[in-house]
């Protein structure tokens, strides 16, 4: 019955991100493929931005960067460089539901970035897109603190710390495996890349 299915945009994959419903590799993988192969070719953009955070998540980057490309490539027009909301250039256009999809897949997908109810989570894979060496995400705000990002392919991530809210009481305490503190202005924070960083108000 199933494969007879045609659907128009991502719905299972969204358990995996950005509900991050627990489940297994194997589970996701299947997922993943199962409905790749059943969405129809010309949905919307923002499909493929969250089969390219799946993938990522899963190590496979061939996936992710075919998916990635796939969130963008087809739907966005000259002269402008705006989305629409098909392929063929039919429906919204300025389509910010797959200009979402496609940030989406840059801070939460290539960035690592995952937001929790009580804290934050950093994790790159340091895999980045179109052969990049380094990716900067600036002003990431959380908790009213503004952090930069900075990931170098294959090797570190960088966490710095541009401005604090000065109007907090609770400073922003992080963890990485061993490695605990208080965040403090300017303070920068070097890990490899796939290990886990996490940042929440201190308790």
Do not use: C
């Amino acid at each position: 019955m199933l494969d007879k299915t045609i659907i128009k945009q991502a719905d299972v994959v969204l358990l995996g991100y950005p509900l991050m419903w627990s489940m297994s590799d194997d589970i996701r993988r299947n997922n993943l493929l199962t409905y790749e192969r059943l969405t129809r070719a010309d949905g919307p953009a923002m499909t493929w931005s969250m089969h390219s955070i799946g993938f990522l998540d899963l190590n496979d980057y061939e996936k992710a960067d075919s998916n990635f490309q796939r969130s963008y490539a087809s739907y966005v027009r000259a002269p402008f460089n705006v989305w629409t909301e098909t392929q063929s250039g039919i429906g919204a256009v300025n389509f910010l539901t797959g200009i979402g999809g496609f940030l989406q897949a840059v801070v939460f997908g290539y960035g690592g970035l995952r937001l929790k109810i009580d804290q934050i989570e950093i994790k790159p894979t340091g895999h980045l897109p179109n052969q990049a060496t380094k990716f900067v995400l600036y002003g990431i705000k959380y908790q009213g603190d503004i952090l930069d990002l900075t990931i170098n392919a294959n090797s570190t991530y960088e966490i710095f710390v541009r401005e604090q809210n000065p109007n907090s009481t609770v400073p922003l305490a992080y963890q990485h495996g061993q490695d605990r503190g208080i965040l403090k202005l300017n303070d920068r924070l070097s890990y490899p890349i796939n290990t886990l960083l996490i940042i929440r108000p201190s308790p």
